[in-house]
């Protein structure tokens, strides 16, 4: 038990170490960004009745459900993009090369390593994703009590739902940037993980918009990724291992 635990300990050491040494600034300002436009374009569609009500009825998403749904799948795509570049940056570029051989050389296993590069970068999307998606409900939320843009009915439910769609598209997000890490890592190229995540977004976007129509899409679409993100990570660990030998 001892043992498990010193072992726990050590990698929220090398994931702290990862993201520490990770130039974090960038995706902070980018993730700001990311937030900024849902704001705006969530306000946008709320309003767009009071600009031409004879399109109103031809809107989907000027419902608070559809709002909520596109902040999250939106979200999704910003997401496991920027996970994707912070992937290739902390992963992608650190295993090719002379970088690849200094790394090699720590005295630390090559799946632990691995391991805590990848929980840094997947962790760090998931998180800055959570946040921000839950900053941009909340503040839109807060103003439509008081002065609504929007012509549905604001209630509890419709903010539970909000909430629990951008969790589901967070998760989906997180396995997406893995899966295109994997598809750069095992390419060698930097590039390729970013268009990776690009279309891989694309079609999730596709499967989780659907939540209006068919509610069970979104978690099957994250039933379907979180497979996929389990056997790429399994496969990055396998890799590292092997570089060792």
């Given at each position: 038990?001892?043992?498990?635990?010193?072992n726990a300990c050590r990698l929220k050491t090398l994931i702290g170490l990862e993201a520490a040494k990770g130039n974090l600034?960038?995706?902070?300002?980018?993730?700001?960004?990311?937030?900024?436009?849902?704001?705006?374009?969530?306000?946008?569609?709320?309003?767009?009745?009071?600009?031409d009500p004879a399109d109103a009825g031809e809107v989907l998403f000027i419902t608070y459900e559809g709002l909520g749904v596109m902040n999250g799948v939106l979200s999704m795509a910003a997401f496991a993009i920027l996970e994707a570049v912070l992937g290739s940056r902390m992963v992608v570029e650190?295993?090719?090369?002379?970088?690849?051989?200094?790394?090699?050389?720590?005295?630390?296993?090559?799946?632990?390593?691995?391991?805590?590069?990848?929980?840094?970068?997947?962790?760090?999307?998931?998180?800055?994703?959570?946040?921000?998606?839950?900053g941009v409900l909340g503040i839109f939320f807060l103003t439509e009590g008081i002065f609504p843009l929007c012509a549905d009915r604001l209630d509890g439910e419709a903010v539970l739902k909000a909430v629990s769609f951008?969790?589901?598209?967070?998760?989906?997000?997180?396995?997406?940037?893995l899966v295109s890490v994997w598809i750069g890592f095992v390419k060698k190229s930097v590039p390729a993980a970013v268009v990776a995540s690009v279309l891989l977004a694309s079609a999730a976007c596709q499967l989780a918009s659907a939540a209006m129509v068919t509610p069970e899409a979104p978690a099957a679409g994250a039933a379907f990724i979180t497979a996929a993100a389990a056997l790429a990570v399994l496969d990055l660990l396998r890799r590292a291992e092997e570089m060792e030998g």
């Open positions: 038990m001892k043992r498990n635990d010193g600034r960038p995706f902070h300002l980018a993730s700001g960004i990311i937030a900024l436009c849902l704001l705006g374009m969530l306000y946008l569609l709320a309003a767009i009745p009071h600009f650190e295993y090719r090369g002379g970088r690849a051989a200094l790394l090699l050389s720590w005295p630390v296993p090559g799946r632990r390593l691995m391991a805590a590069k990848l929980l840094a970068v997947s962790g760090y999307a998931a998180g800055a994703m959570l946040l921000c998606g839950c951008l969790a589901v598209c967070t998760w989906m997000a997180a396995g997406l940037g």
